[in-house]
Nanobody
Framework: QVQLVESGGGLVQAGGSLRLSCAAS????????MGWFRQAPGKEREFVAA??????????LYASSVKGRFTISRDNAKNTAYLQMNSLKPEDTAVYYC????????????????WGQGTQVTVSS
């Protein structure tokens, strides 16, 4: 069955960086768009970034709140998606989830078919 496993979360000071990884199995990874979402306590799960299927790094989407600070990428040979997070802020604190959907990326969580269990990111001020 399809599994998405996130890793790389942790505690970091404001201004610091983290790189999240999402290891996928049970699917043809290169055929899937990958997305990152986050959910803070008491808030809805929100879109962060997404990358379309295939081998190009050009087809990406970002939430306005993270554009210029976060970078999504994928390594199809390793069946892994990444989220490089720089210049972190306390408001970035949340559980971060990766998700997969066929082909093109989307910023709507309802479009995604598979989800990971999440990894906690905490940014201290």
């Amino acid at each position: 069955q399809v599994q998405l496993v996130e890793s790389g979360g942790g505690l970091v000071q404001a201004g610091g960086s983290l790189r999240l990884s999402c290891a996928a199995s049970g699917l043809t990874f290169s055929s899937y768009g990958m997305g990152w979402f986050r959910q803070a306590p008491g808030k809805e799960r929100e879109f962060v970034a997404a990358i379309s299927f295939g081998w190009s790094a050009d087809n990406t989407l970002y939430a306005s709140s993270v554009k210029g600070r976060f970078t999504i990428s994928r390594d199809n040979a390793k069946n892994t998606a990444y989220l490089q997070m720089n210049s972190l802020k306390p408001e970035d604190t949340a559980v971060y989830y990766c998700a997969a959907k066929k082909r093109y990326s989307s910023d709507y969580r309802e479009d995604y078919d598979y989800w990971g269990q999440g990894t906690q990111v905490t940014v201290s001020s």
